[in-house]
Nanobody
Framework: QLQLVESGGGLVQPGGSLRLSCAAS????????IGWFRQAPGKEREGVSC????????NYADSVKGRFTISRDNAKNTVYLQMNSLKPEDTAVYRC?????????????????????WGQGTQVTVSS
């Protein structure tokens, strides 16, 4: 069975940092596109970042550029989202997603509807 499991969320003060993990099982991420999304109560789902599983192409939403970094650990088959300089508006449930056989070359991240597999989500709360 294909499965994605997020972890690493929690409560952090403004200006702090968190690292989210997305562990994949049942498949290898190498030739997938992996995305991170977030959704706050009353707001639409927002694409945060995405990458090719090989790690050669990445992209970010304007709201997180310069603060968030997406990366992969090949040995662990895990994708990470390092979040620095966190702001209260970053508060949301964060989910990772994956899709195969999708041509993408980094111009902008694929929309959520393009992804086949989704994790259950992890809560990130930024508050003093």
């Amino acid at each position: 069975q294909l499965q994605l499991v997020e972890s690493g969320g929690g409560l952090v003060q403004p200006g702090g940092s968190l690292r989210l993990s997305c562990a994949a099982s049942g498949f290898t991420l190498d030739y997938y596109v992996i995305g991170w999304f977030r959704q706050a109560p009353g707001k639409e789902r927002e694409g945060v970042s995405c990458m090719r599983g090989l790690g050669d192409i990445t992209n970010y939403a304007d709201s997180v550029k310069g603060r968030f970094t997406i990366s992969r650990d090949n040995a662990k088959n895990t994708v990470y989202l390092q979040m620095n300089s966190l702001k209260p508006e970053d508060t949301a449930v964060y989910r990772c997603a994956a899709v195969s056989r999708l041509p993408w070359y980094g111009s902008s991240c694929p929309r959520g509807a393009a992804y086949n597999y989704w994790g259950q989500g992890t809560q990130v709360t930024v508050s003093s």
